[in-house]
């Protein structure tokens, strides 16, 4: 019965393991280098520039609405931001901020990482 | 992660999960807040329906590992908790741990994850989780998004009973609110429910 449980056990890892291999290997061909994925400390924009108007942010990782609602919320918070558009199609944060009021891209990666998703930068 | 609820145990940096799961054999109701997108604290009370059984535990869900590509994400996460259970004959000062590992595009959707509540004396609840779905259809992030998900599942309890059963669901999420619906084919009926404040 145990060895019974056993191959049932490892049959589903390899299944699981199998699948994320095969996943991989399409998906995460354009995965960004291991330095940008580090989770728990990716401040790439080293930029302090102050941004204005509409600023568009290329953003990794957003699949689901329901897990990018923080990123609506959490800008949501800073005072010159007038609205904030998610469209995961184009894997796009789209923030407009208040006529004369200015957000650093520090501070825009900090709310994406926060988030949960990985910053790739402002779009020109 | 829950003993149902099969979303993720870790939200965005200060937000506060309430997920309640529903079946006729067992319920699990979390709450959890999220200090970081990678660590979150949570309370769990879990009880087994016309039994008078439970367990409650105070948990550390921790994200281990994501990868973050383009159009898609995946995750690892780990959760460590410590409480009391009550499923056996008696109250015992019990661990509850979890892997979860899931992965998912706009398209496609594949989970599997383990959780077990022991205590000195043994096993109270094992429970291991797959599910794989679609969506079958792409809405805008304000819409109405739809998932179809079929979940296997087997639960060993006390280390007497073994069930397995396969469930196909219909999840819905609107924005902060996110509701599965789904009846296994031995006939249980199983709800998911989490908010997100």
Known sequence: MEIKIMNKKILSLITAFAFFQTFSQTAFAKM???KSINHKSQHSAKNQKNLRGKVTIKVNGMVCSFCAQGIKKNFAQYKSVKSTKVNLDKMQVTINLKP????S???IAKVIVDAGFSYKGVKK | MT???SAHPISYKGSMGIMTYQSPSLTHTQLNYSFRHWLAAGVHHIA????????TFASVNLLLKRWNGSGLQANLYTILGAGQSHLGESRETSGLTGLQFDIEDRDYY?????????HKKGIDLKQTIVRTGFSPYVDPFDGLHSWLILEWKQTNLLNKVTRSDLTPFVRLFYRNLLFELGQSFKGDTKVNLIVHL
């Open chain 1, 32 to 34: 960004p280098n291991k």
């Open chain 1, 100 to 103: 004369g009021a200015t957000l």
């Open chain 1, 105 to 107: 891209e520090k501070e």
């Open chain 2, 3 to 5: 003993l149902g609820v």
């Open chain 2, 48 to 55: 087994i329906p016309n039994q008078k059984k439970s367990a």
């Open chain 2, 110 to 118: 594949f989970l599997a994850k383990q959780t077990q509540i022991f």
